[in-house]
């Protein structure tokens, strides 16, 4: 129905014609006509520098085509591009809104006070045609009128910065033919109820957010300084408002070359003063602004969570930082949704959560500036035992073999997970490595020496399942460092003997003997027997793979004479498995399977304490059958170690099973199974870094080999000598784990 005649708009009209200049019901009406107001184009201009965002515009063009009225909540962070990502959209689709475009900037995040929706409901009024005398003074009255003008119109409303559910529902037209693009820094869940659908603005990527700079400050300048562009781009975190500060800072010098301007912005402490200019836009201004919104609940909580040493965090860390006084579930709950809604703390998955780089430096300068030192560094412990606390109970259900030092924990803490089974506990472990690891390095630092030897030694479950000696010479060397800091002996010892296997794994061997040795002396320092023992068959195990078998048979042997006289069979078990494994190596497996019958009967009973070890045997007795011809029972032993393996998660074990299974495949003249357990024991040794690697390849090799041969043999060409793989000269990577603290 046109403007002009809606009833409820014009009222009655009293005489039989209307004077020139007269209004009624907000319409002019000039010379006995009455002529429609100019249809409102208020949108800002949309940006120059607008950059990417295909997804997002897409989105919004497939809540357009559905039709009906709509809705649109564009969520971010401060910075992120929502304004422009909304005002770029609506004027790409401006003509499908013959009625017009109305705007108003909410001023949810500001220097002054959110609008009132009443004052912007007055100026929509206006703008579609309604005189200031016809517009009510009472806010129901003018979200009444406002609901009837609108009715039959085609709109685009954009409401920018909106500061609550309750600022915008006042300003939804009635229309079935409007889109409302709403932009918020809140994710503003009040509107659902509404029909509004939220999409999650973020930052751009690095090949954009180059791009935007390109854009503002000319691609050639740009172009010539690549590398040091996406290193710029980075320290911006991807946020557009903060590349063009960048920019800005950039084109007002336009001598500064961009290597000068990413190096000033490499020092975190400084980087939120550099992206500001001078006057206007800055970045630590844009997140005062959703900071000084927040309850002190939350505002606490932001500042906190922020002294969290790694990068992303969990809930029950959070839990445990909000402390006894809060309940552990609904009222932690609701803040973190409080900063969530704020766009100041990002959810990456369920429970999951971490700050963006840029919002994190303004979170650290606020706990700087508003918590005490002492504050912050009890804080700060709390999470560190909380990640010991966790993994030990990890710890436990995984290794519950293991002789451990005690630890008297500052508070009882709320928050740390149990675990039902070591899937559980190993997959949190996995999960958390990070964060254990980062732990580590700040106990380490702060001088907390005991509680950084503690978390360096709750990762031993991690480090024997999963392969990763890389993690492992950082993760034992600081744990060296913090025993030696500590003062203790015994825990000097432990961490040189784990440190003496990882620097052997990855071909340190001089330094892997002079750790081992320096084990074997600080147990003996400490009055440790069965820890001397331990730090000799991790020394026995260097000799066997540094070439010296010999040796290591006649130290192997001791050591397990010496096992015989302690009260633990699973340690003599492990001794079993080692010699037995060495003999194999040596072209003795037939000596081998004794002592290897006799670990696998030892683990047997152990199998629900240590299912590791019990797996292992498996593996060494397929070699040592392997060795011995019998290649059924080889294959059989390797089948069932490779199914166990897998179920515990022992990647590089279950490599080894494999590649055991490819060499009886082998044997069997079967090239082509040969070459796929080759494969796939080699394709897990390259996700692990295995020093294992070259070996698999080199067979792998081989079978191509062994394939020309029998084509040459095939054509009547005589044999070559020595092709073929003789069984019972290889086994698995001798280096299994040593006895461990019992």
Known sequence: MPFGASNALSGSVTGPSVQAGAIHGGVHFIAGAPERPPVPRQLPA????????????SELDHLLDQGGNVVALLCGPGGVGKSALARQWAHSRQTRFPDGQLYAGLGGFSDGQPLDPGTALVAFLRALGVAPE???????EQVTLYRTVTASRSLLVLLDDAFSAGQVR??????????????????????????????DVGPLPARQAVELLGRAVGRERILREPEPAEELARFCGGLPIALLVAAGRLASRPKLTVRRMAAELADEAQRLAGLSLEGEVSMRTIFDFSYRALTPEAAALYRRLVLHPGTEFGRDLVVAVAGPDQDPGTRVDAVVGELLEASLLEEVSEDRFRYHDLIQ??????????????????????????????????????????????????????????????AAALGWLER???NLMAAGRVALDLGYHELAWQLSDVMWPLLLYVKNYRD?????????????????????????????????????????????????????????????????EGLAT???????????????????????????????????????????????PADALPLLAEARSIFAELTEVDPYNTARVLVALAGAHLGTGDLNAAEKSATEAA????????????????????????????????????REAADVFTALDSPRLPDVLRQLDELVGDASEQRRVQDGAPAVQGSGDPAGVQQPGHGGEQPDRQ
């Open 643 to 678: 199914l166990r393996m897998a179920e515990l998660g022992a990647d590089n074990e279950r490599a080894e099973a494999v590649w055991l299974l490819g060499r009886i495949a082998r044997q069997r003249g079967d090239a082509e199974a040969a070459r796929l357990h080759l």
């Open 542 to 588: 260097l000799y066997a793979d540094t070439g010296r078998e010999e040796l290591a048979a006649e130290a192997y042997a001791r050591v397990l004479t010496e096992r015989r006289t302690l009260p633990d069979a699973r340690s003599v078990g492990l001794s079993c498995l080692n010699l037995g494994m060495l003999q194999t190596r040596t072209g003795r």
């Open 472 to 536: 492992r010479l950082e993760i034992d060397g600081r744990g060296v460092a913090a025993a030696q800091a500590w003062g203790n002996v015994w825990a000097e010892a432990d961490m040189l003997k784990r440190l003496s296997r990882a620097c052997s794994r990855v071909g340190e061997q001089e330094a892997a003997e002079q750790h081992g040795q320096a084990a074997v002396d600080r147990y003996r320092q400490a009055g440790d027997i069965q820890g001397v023992i331990d730090a000799e």
């Open 134 to 140: 016809r517009i009510p003074v009472d806010l129901a």
């Open 432 to 434: 958390e490595r990070r």
């Open 361 to 422: 430096l303004h979170a650290r300068e606020l706990a700087e500036r508003h918590d005490p030192q002492d504050s912050r560094r009890a804080t700060v412990r709390t999470m560190l035992e909380f990640y010991l606390a966790a993994a030990r109970r990890a710890d436990l259900v995984v290794t519950p073999y293991r002789r451990r030092l005690p630890y008297v924990f500052e508070r009882t803490l709320e928050g740390p997970p149990e675990f039902s089974d070591r």
């Open 170 to 199: 006042q300003l939804l037209p009635a229309s079935t033919s409007t889109v409302v693009l709403v932009t918020s820094r809140r994710r503003l869940a009040g509107l659902i109820p509404e029909g509004a659908r939220l999409l």
């Open 46 to 57: 949309p940006s120059p520098n607008f950059t990417n965002r295909s997804r997002e515009l």
